[in-house]
């Protein structure tokens, strides 16, 4: 894990991550010179032997000027058409840049659905690990010609750190518009600074970004944080620079002081916890008395039925649900038991589930290696999971 800048030098393997406001223009389409520039220096780095995945918005973008839809609000069919339209031309550019350099590519799109799946989830991670072994650059897209509001990853900041995680990345890189978090909005406030370093990301930070976003992209410095969020606590550093100013994200993993850079946590979630707390959508809600909290969060005890007392939802065993203590939400974990048998043994000793259920799979309702706590829970400050809304 990067817990400074001098360690980027030694970067195994980096996701970088190129937003729409960098890459579209309303009138020419896609920016060539800005694509042909960054591939530049991420094939220098592939050179040096730093492996290269990159996230990448702009199929609508792209495909909005080419429809000349640019001036108006586009319904969702018409942004899965939009998007159905760019994508080809945003990975024909990105293909021919990586050619000039003797580079294959490869088109990897995702929804969330598929990472929600654990053996898509396994897929995608073993795809990329296969193309990376054969030198090939992985340039990875949501899947926007099919995707809906449940399934959407809300903006490609959250996508590059979920595909950050996935593919056990060192580091991920956010380029955009701006170079680095400030103290405040330095389009108004001309004293703002920048943040070179955030050792531990807390609501300090978040209030000071604001949440604008581009003309063209959705993903503004609060979605950037949500991003950093996600990545640093799975393990992966992460860095916002500007993708306007050229050299600077060689200049970023030569260790040089560019843009802002989010450290590494030292409680790195597994791949499957991340999985858990990120990834899927809970079911349903287990309610939990005093000492059952204190036991989950204090001593990263198992949740025994004994201390359960209500149980709210319709979910199968195997499913996600979240864990309400008395002050709020403790965290999410993968249940032992379907809804209905869980209400037939809240408040009973362990036990006595084999008499009330006429079986006894498990002693717990949901194992700890299946448990993740939130982040107040954990003893951090941010929340367990921020969901995103807006497109590419």
Not at 2 to 19: D, M, N, P, Q, Y
Not at 62 to 83: F, I, M, P, S
Not at 116 to 135: D, P
Not at 341 to 355: D, L, P, Q, V
């Amino acid at each position: 894990m990067i817990h400074s800048r001098s360690e980027l030098a030694r970067t195994r393997r980096v996701v970088v991550k190129i937003g729409s406001s960098l890459l579209a223009d309303a009138t020419c389409g896609i920016r060539h010179d800005v694509v042909d520039r960054l591939v530049d220096e991420m094939a220098a780095m592939i050179a040096d032997g730093t492996e290269v995945l990159v996230v990448t918005s702009g199929s609508v973008a792209l495909g909005r000027v080419c429809l000349d839809w640019v001036d108006r609000e586009l319904t969702v069919h018409e942004k899965q058409a939009a998007a159905a339209i760019g994508q080809p031309r945003l990975m024909d550019a990105y293909g021919k840049a990586f050619a000039r350099h003797h580079r294959t590519v490869a088109q990897m799109l995702l929804t969330k659905d598929d990472l929600r799946h654990r053996r898509r989830y396994l897929n995608a991670s073993n795809t990329s690990e296969t193309l990376f072994a054969a030198g090939v650059v992985p340039v990875v897209n949501e899947n926007d010609t099919v995707v809906v509001t449940e399934i959407k990853f809300g903006d490609n900041d959250s996508l590059g750190a979920l595909v950050s995680l996935v593919v056990d990345a060192d580091l991920l890189v956010l380029l955009t518009d701006v170079d680095g978090l400030y103290s405040a909005n330095p389009a108004t406030h001309p004293e703002a600074e920048r943040i070179a370093i955030v050792p531990h990301l807390d609501e300090r930070h978040v209030a000071m970004a604001g949440d604008a976003g581009s003309s063209f992209g959705t993903g503004g410095m609060a979605s950037k944080l949500t991003a950093a969020r996600i990545a640093t606590r799975g393990g992966v550093a992460t860095a916002i620079i500007s993708g306007k100013k050229p050299g600077a994200l060689t200049r970023l993993l030569a260790g040089e002081d560019e843009g802002t850079l989010f450290l590494c946590g030292t409680d790195r979630q597994t791949r499957r916890k991340h999985w858990i707390s990120e990834l899927l959508r809970p079911a349903g809600e287990i309610h939990i008395d005093q000492g059952a909290a204190k036991a989950v969060c204090a001593s990263g005890s198992s949740l025994l039925p004994v201390g359960v007392t209500a149980v709210h939802g319709v979910f199968d065993k195997g499913e996600c649900v979240e864990i309400i203590g008395p002050d709020g939400l403790i965290g999410r974990g993968l249940c032992n038991y379907t809804a209905e048998e869980m209400r037939k043994i809240m408040g009973r000793a362990s036990h006595e589930i084999e008499a009330i259920l006429g079986y006894r799979d498990f002693t717990s309702l949901i194992h700890r290696d299946n448990l993740v706590l939130s982040g107040i829970a954990a003893g951090n400050t941010e929340p367990l999971a921020t969901t995103v809304n807006g497109g590419e």
